[in-house]
């Protein structure tokens, strides 16, 4: 069995799936600031999940705390979420040509021809086309994330929304609440404001052709499925596991790795105690922030120095220390 | 007198060796780090330029320790590049900074002497006759310096591409460029290109990899400096991909004085092949960013990938025209837009995702 | 009869009367783009310029909304407008781009137009655009001299036209030009900026309209002496060599030193390179000098900005001048 686990910028996902891909066990954890402490409890949830005993041969890592949960568990994989995705769809549905990808505070765009990347882009630092918009226009609405879609669907006239920018987008949406608009026609309204984001952030005039599958977390909010159909005038397809599509990706990476022995911590992880240290260096005007991972009580990993001065002298010493009890065996 | 210059890629150390052998004192700036950034970005307006703001960083961080004099290669039209020096220095004294500034004027003419005719006189006051006679011989030493560099730097692109312990290369040519850094004359030179290859040379490699091959190619800056462009050099040839650039320091010192024959040969082949797609020259790299591309994709390349900085007026037009040319021709380009707001993970996954991607259509295609 | 299409962007601000009268001379009929309206920026093909300002975007909207209307666009390559001194880079590749944005359903005229090469650039480049279009060297002559009178007279028109029409009516040359009107006790304010910030509603949101409604008498560059302008420039320590740099920053120095003006407004483009960098050397320049000089604004334009948003800073900025002129006053 094979463990893939996506750590995204809100959320953590973790997937345990079989020698043909089959997906046993899964978990969607919001990460709530502690990526750790979820990515910990999505591992105790798959154990539950999954009832009988469980021996992982591979682990992949995804997401951009990937490293991190490398660290953290041992993973005989790091992938980048990009590659992880596009993985992941391919075998799903080998004829794709575009997958759309939206997530909390990434969203991606991948072309594929003949069952190959040609293509892809990301958003950048700005949040418009992310689903923290729309996150932050429903807390601003007073309606929760899942009543979203569905009430999208009920508007009988769309309220278009400028906004390009989710500061300039709350601006418009309080003014056409002023106005009198229905809740619902401006639920709409920010739906495809969210559509025409990613369009022009992320997608930026590539070439879209069907079949498109749309997956990340905001793919189960239906308003933004019916907006990017209208949008793109083609049919969409959101896959079953739409918002665990990375995980997957992940732990199929893995599977193809083939490792012979992995590096796996073993499923007690999940009760480790982890915690980690972080400071300031003050070698140069970098004064980068220096992260240490602790278990039991030792470092277990170092990272964040851009010049390599303490996960260098970190990586020797553990070496050296792996090379003494090697030698010991020997 | 105290002359300093801005970073750029391993220019301080033929700067530094060419004051240094005149006889002139010097300060290098601390090396660009995050408060040089932070103190550019917060001196300058928000759509200038990345190149722009790390310079400027350089120079306050410069002043600070004691640095008077200021020495900067000017730049002609149609880019900010050569207006750099104005806006600068009128920053620079808003913030009760006191120097000396030096333009290198990037043609010698009459206009430019001429703008240059009171800085001039100033420095004369300066310099000793020594300095003076002295200059021609340390402008020769710091050129063979400059060469040195490029011929290290060139080969770990190379050796960096098939190292078998990542990260080693980038170790053993901050040591090869360390012990150049130090030679004194023409001869120590000599010996220490022939010591830092030896040093490069000592990388495990595994010899039987087939890199795949990457051209960058862009605006000058962000592709010379990795301050700049946040490695992407060095991420890419780490990821296994043997890496080409035609932007060097003697690539442009050599066009801009108007010599060199295979050089300029080379560009012109770039600018022909860029005319099916911008019908004129449009400065700077532009014309060059997109006809190598082109040509690139005919030589068998892998993909390419295009650096600009944010706002950048030439490569704006490169990038979208670029965009063309990757679906006209099926090759994969990736533009990278570099600000300071950019964080180095999201730059490192869309280059592990490019490299991916260029690997699984090698597998597919090939 | 052939129907050239002129976009309403970039320097048609400036050459329009030239332009169209040439080719209506010529028996030409000029179709000018419709306004392109708030959703143009959905539109796939603005992509090409996506990282351009928006000046430059709203070019490729133009082009896209002519391009079905006619047989040819219009769409000089403008490598200089000036004796000695350049346009910004970006200008040279708009032809490209909007060959490559419309996909070649429209043939596109896309001539050079370099003002510093040889005794009559004007008279070269119109015969390079007449023999194109099949006409004989003296009737393009003939066009070629009466557009130039055209032109003249409406350069000469231009500030009475800013202070006494609304701004669609300022390039509409069937409206006849209003007689000056001065009324007493207004403000004078100088709006400087490219042509292309001032007069395209959908890039300065008509700031002409609004200052005069707040009951400011507007200056402009163009009433200056371009001599006085370029002296002006000269002194400073490096050549500018953009046209509309020097013209801008000439009549900041020179605005900005009068006693008859009262306020000066810059309108510059989000993402120019040549405003950003005018911007930080005015900034800094007049900041030296704040107490001896008369309030200076600058106004950043981009898609996001809204006509309220103009309307508060504008106002305000009109309170200050009012108050600095009153203080003059006393």
Redo the contacts between chains.
């Keep these: 069995m094979y463990l893939g686990i996506d750590v995204g910028s809100i959320t953590t996902k973790v997937v345990l799936t079989d020698a043909e891909d089959r997906v046993i066990a899964h978990a969607y954890l919001r990460n709530g600031g502690k990526p750790i402490a979820a990515i910990q409890q999505g591992i105790k949830n798959i154990i539950q999940q999954a009832g009988n005993p469980i021996s992982i041969e591979g682990v992949g890592a995804t997401g951009s705390a990937r490293h991190l949960a490398a660290y953290l568990v041992g993973a005989d994989v790091v992938k980048n979420e990009i590659t992880a995705h596009a993985v992941a769809v391919i075998d799903y549905m080998p004829d794709v040509k575009t997958i759309i990808e939206i997530g909390g505070q990434d969203s991606k765009i991948i072309i594929l021809r003949e069952h190959v990347v040609v293509d892809f882009a990301m958003n950048t630092v700005c949040a418009a086309g992310t689903g923290s918009f729309l996150d932050q226009q429903a807390a601003r609405l007073g309606i929760s994330i899942e009543d979203f879609g569905g009430r999208a669907l009920r508007s009988h006239n769309r309220v278009r929304i400028a906004g390009r920018c989710t500061v300039f987008a709350e601006t418009d949406m309080i003014h056409k609440q002023q106005l009198g608009y229905q809740t619902e026609d401006i639920i709409a309204g920010l739906c495809d404001s969210l559509v025409k984001n990613y369009l022009n952030n992320v997608s930026r005039g590539k070439e879209i052709l069907a079949p498109v599958v749309f997956q990340g977390g905001v793919a189960a909010n239906k308003g933004i499925r019916q907006a990017l159909e209208r949008e793109l005038g083609l049919e969409i397809i959101v896959p079953p596991h739409f918002d665990l599509m990375g995980a997957i990706g992940a732990a199929k990476l893995a599977r193809r790795a083939r490792p012979s022995e992995t590096l796996f911590k073993g499923l007690e992880v999940a009760n480790w105690h982890f915690s980690t240290r972080s400071f300031e260096c003050d070698g140069c005007g970098n004064t980068c922030d220096v992260m240490e991972l602790i278990a039991k009580g030792e470092t277990v990993a170092c990272w964040g120095d851009t010049c390599g001065k303490y996960s260098d002298a970190f990586n020797r010493s553990r070496d050296e220390g792996q090379d003494a009890v090697r030698s010991n065996h020997g | 007198m105290k002359v300093t210059f801005p970073h750029l890629g391993t220019m301080h150390i033929f700067c530094k060796a060419i004051a240094e052998t005149a006889g002139i004192d010097y300060i290098v700036p601390?090396?660009t780090?995050?408060?040089?950034l932070t103190l550019g970005v917060k001196h300058?307006?928000?759509?200038?330029?990345l190149p722009f703001k790390i310079i400027l960083g350089n120079f306050i961080?410069a002043l600070e320790l004691g640095a008077d004099t200021i020495v900067m290669v000017g730049s002609?039209?149609?880019?900010?590049l050569?207006?750099y020096?104005?806006?600068q220095?009128?920053?620079l004294?808003?913030l009760g900074l006191h120097y000396r500034w030096l333009?290198i004027p990037p043609r010698l003419d009459w206009?430019a002497l001429l703008?240059n005719r009171d800085e001039t006189r100033e420095l004369k006051k300066e310099l000793s006759l020594k300095n003076i006679t002295t200059f021609p011989y340390a402008l020769w030493i710091g050129w063979k310096k400059m060469m040195a560099c490029e011929r290290l730097e060139k080969l770990a692109l190379r050796v960096r591409a098939r190292e078998v312990i990542t990260?080693r290369t980038e170790k053993m040519l901050q040591k090869a460029l360390a012990g150049l850094d130090k030679a004194k004359t023409g001869r120590a030179i000599e010996r220490a290109i022939i010591e830092g290859e030896k040093i490069l040379g000592s990388v495990d490699q595994d010899r039987g990899r087939q890199p795949l091959r990457v051209a960058i190619v862009g605006e000058l800056y962000t592709v010379m400096d990795p301050q700049i462009n946040r490695g992407v050099e060095r991420k890419l040839g780490e990821m296994g991909v043997e890496v080409t650039r035609t932007s060097w320091f003697s690539s442009h010192i050599l066009r801009s004085l108007g010599v060199g024959r295979e050089n300029r040969r080379e560009r012109l082949r770039y600018y022909r092949a860029s005319l099916q797609?911008?019908?004129?020259?449009?400065?700077?790299e532009?014309n060059v960013s997109i006809g190598e591309t082109i040509l690139r994709a005919k030589d068998g390349y892998d993909g390419v990938v295009h650096l600009m900085p944010?706002?950048?007026?030439?490569e704006?037009?490169a990038?979208?025209?670029l965009?063309?040319v990757?679906?006209d021709l099926?090759f994969?380009v990736l533009t990278l837009?570099l600000d300071e707001?950019?964080?180095e993970?999201?730059i490192?996954?869309?280059l592990?995702?490019?490299v991916?991607?260029l690997m699984?259509?090698r597998q597919?295609?090939h | 009869m052939r129907r050239i299409g002129i976009p309403k962007a970039l320097m048609y601000y400036r050459f329009f009367p030239l332009w169209s009268a040439f080719f209506r001379e010529l028996g030409c009929e000029v179709v000018i783009s419709d306004p392109v309206g708030k959703g143009f920026l959905g539109r796939q093909s603005v992509a090409y310029f996506e990282d351009s300002c928006l000046p430059m975007k709203l070019m490729v909207a133009h082009c896209l909304d002519l391009v079905e209307k006619v047989d040819t666009l219009f769409v000089p390559r403008l490598i200089s407008i000036h004796r000695k001194y350049i346009m910004c880079p970006k200008f040279r590749g708009v032809p490209d781009i909007i060959k490559l944005a419309t996909g070649g359903q429209a043939e596109v005229m896309d001539e050079p137009f370099d003002f510093r090469l040889g005794n009559d650039p004007w008279g070269a480049f119109s015969r390079a655009i007449g023999q194109r279009l099949g006409w004989r060297s003296r009737e393009i002559l003939a066009a070629s001299r009466g557009a130039l009178r055209v032109q003249a007279k409406f350069e000469k028109d231009l500030v009475r036209r800013v202070n006494g029409l609304a701004i669609r009516d300022i390039f509409n040359l069937e409206r006849p030009t209003p007689e000056a009107t001065s009324p007493a006790g207004n403000l004078d304010v100088a709006l400087i900026g490219h042509p292309y910030n001032l007069y395209d509603v959908d890039v300065g949101k008509d700031v002409i309209g609004m200052a005069r409604e707040l009951g400011c008498r507007i200056a402009i560059a163009d009433s200056l002496d371009g001599y006085e302008i370029d002296k002006k420039v000269s002194t400073l320590s490096k050549e500018i060599y953009w046209s509309s740099g020097r013209e801008i920053i000439g009549a900041a120095l020179i605005f900005l030193a009068r006693d008859d003006i009262n306020g000066v407004v810059f309108l510059s483009s989000f993402k120019c390179g040549i405003d950003a960098l005018l911007q930080e050397y005015l900034k800094r320049v007049f900041k030296g000098q704040r107490e001896s000089i008369i309030p200076f604004l600058t106004l950043s334009l981009d898609e996001h900005t809204t006509v309220q948003g103009m309307a508060t800073r504008l106002e305000a900025f009109v309170d200050i001048c009012r108050d600095g002129k009153r203080k003059d006053a006393r």
Excluded: H
Aim: one cysteine or more; aromatic letters at 8%.
């Design positions: 601390p090396k780090s995050k408060r040089t300058s307006n928000e759509c200038i330029c961080e002609g039209p149609p880019c900010r050569g207006l020096d104005l806006v220095k009128v920053i004294e808003d333009t206009p703008k990260g797609y911008l019908g004129y020259d449009v400065g700077a532009c944010f706002a950048c007026m030439p704006t037009t990038s979208g025209i965009d063309r990757s679906r099926g994969p837009i707001q950019e964080n993970g999201r490192t996954t869309l592990e995702a490019f991916d991607m699984w259509r597919r295609f």
